[in-house]
């Protein structure tokens, strides 16, 4: 062991942040609940919300792009910008109204700065600084994928350390939650997040014109459509099995599948755009790869961190967010995986686990509490498209090379 990867391991220690609801400022009769309105328009969603400190969701409000881009066939970042700028107005001031909370009550605004799309990344950041400014409100920047990782703190009540899966359509990332600004990176895709891989294979199954898919996401379209396939009848070799790391790898497995859509189109005499007669076994198969990949990579993940005593095998918890970890196929994977291990598996409501703005506020929550990141001056303040999430020891996973033991599970 090299001494850079010794001192990464000295410096892994469980965050000592306990549940912050039961220290809640509201126990003292004075204290009036802090409130922080969360902003996001890191990608194709609008979204606001007020959050207390005692994680009330006084009010929200989303406005969603979805069916915009699923028409354009991808998201144009033009097309994001526009949209966003057209609707944060709107948006905030709709989740003050409903919070009945005026901005001069608020203790911080906190809006997501990176990653992100900058054109997106832009809009909320512009508008938040002129209401920062106008209302001299201290202000407090959010990494979108920390927030998506810190949502279930709102919704169940779990201590640091944890282990957390965010899958989404930008993101594919295995790490460990140690404190609210405190991440081990263990693993993220080396190409593209299983959502674009998703997305990109209904795109390419032309699943927008299913009669059963109408205006369905791309993922939640194989989704529902897997349900009814039959996954035997074609089989996804699983990406990366030789590598014994944690990162994942989407877009080998995309081509794989889109040269058995073009070998069946050839067959079946059909021109790329017309819907083949085997896209239910198609996104059958597609889906059961992907959830066989990212179900291998936690497992390894899991016993990484059992062995380095980064969690306690008597209390450890797999958390598992983002869009794509609405898919149910992919959830009962995990949820045997986590069962076989003793983790205890939890997962936020879907509507959290998508990009919204009650994460973001509660992020925000979670920083003020802590007084991590809350800045009074905004001078300097930029956005980040592209932004690691916290401490990277992939190498050190990797240099462990953890064999897998074969998973005996029925999904
Ligand atoms: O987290 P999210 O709303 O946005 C970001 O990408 O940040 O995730 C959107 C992604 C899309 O790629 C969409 O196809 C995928 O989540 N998704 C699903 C399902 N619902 C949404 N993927 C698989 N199964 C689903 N049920
Ligand atoms: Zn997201």
New binding site residues.
């Given amino acids: 062991m090299n001494s850079i990867t010794k001192s990464l391991l000295q410096s892994i220690k469980p965050g000592q942040a306990a549940w912050l609801r039961s220290n809640s400022t509201r126990s003292g009769k004075l204290c009036l609940p802090k409130l922080v309105l969360g902003i996001e328009t890191s990608?194709d969603?609008t979204g606001a919300a007020v959050v207390d400190d005692a994680g009330n969701i006084l009010g929200e409000a989303l406005h969603c792009q979805k069916e915009v881009h699923l028409k354009a066939g991808g998201i144009i970042p033009l097309v994001a910008q526009q949209l966003h700028r057209e609707n944060i107005e709107q948006i905030v001031k709709e989740a003050l109204s409903i919070s009945g909370v005026s901005v001069n009550e608020l203790a911080a605004i906190a809006t997501t700065v990176k990653p992100g799309l900058a054109l997106s990344l832009g809009v909320g950041l512009e508008y938040s600084l002129k209401l920062v400014n106008k209302y001299k409100k201290p202000f407090i920047p959010i990494h979108h994928m920390e927030a998506h990782a810190l949502t279930i703190r709102l919704t169940n009540q779990v201590e640091f350390p944890f282990l957390v899966l965010l899958l989404?359509?930008?993101?594919c990332i295995l790490a460990v939650a140690q404190g609210v600004s405190d991440f081990l990176l263990l693993g993220q895709s080396i190409d593209i997040?299983?959502?674009?891989m998703?997305?990109k294979v209904a795109r390419r199954l032309s699943l927008s014109k299913h009669p059963e898919c109408h205006s369905m996401?791309?993922?939640?379209a194989?989704?529902h459509l897997a349900q009814t396939g039959n996954r035997q009848h074609y089989t996804f070799r699983v990406p990366m099995q030789q590598y014994r790391n944690c990162d994942f790898s989407f877009s080998g497995l995309q081509n794989l599948v889109n040269k058995v859509i073009i070998q069946k189109e050839k067959e079946e005499g059909l021109q790329e755009g017309e819907l083949l007669s085997c896209v239910k076994d198609i996104a059958a198969a597609a889906q059961h790869a992907v959830a066989v990949h990212i179900v291998k990579r936690t497992y390894r993940a899991m016993l990484f961190c059992i062995k380095h005593s980064i969690l306690s095998p008597k209390n450890a918890t797999l958390v598992v967010s983002?869009?794509?970890a609405?898919?149910q196929y992919?959830r009962k994977g995990l949820q045997i995986l986590a069962d076989a291990n003793g983790f205890a598996f939890l997962c936020p409501p879907p509507r959290l686990?998508?990009?919204n703005g009650v994460m973001i506020a509660w992020n925000g929550i979670e920083r003020l509490r802590a007084g991590l990141g809350v800045l009074h001056c905004t001078d300097g303040i930029r956005y980040e498209p592209n932004a690691p999430l916290g401490c990277d020891i992939s190498k050190r996973v990797e240099e462990d090379s953890i064999k897998v033991p074969r998973l005996k599970m029925k999904f």
Avoid: F, Q
């Fill in positions: 990608c969603d989404s359509g930008g993101h997040a299983p959502g674009d998703l997305d996401a791309g993922g939640k194989i989704e983002g869009g794509v609405s898919n992919i686990c998508t990009d």
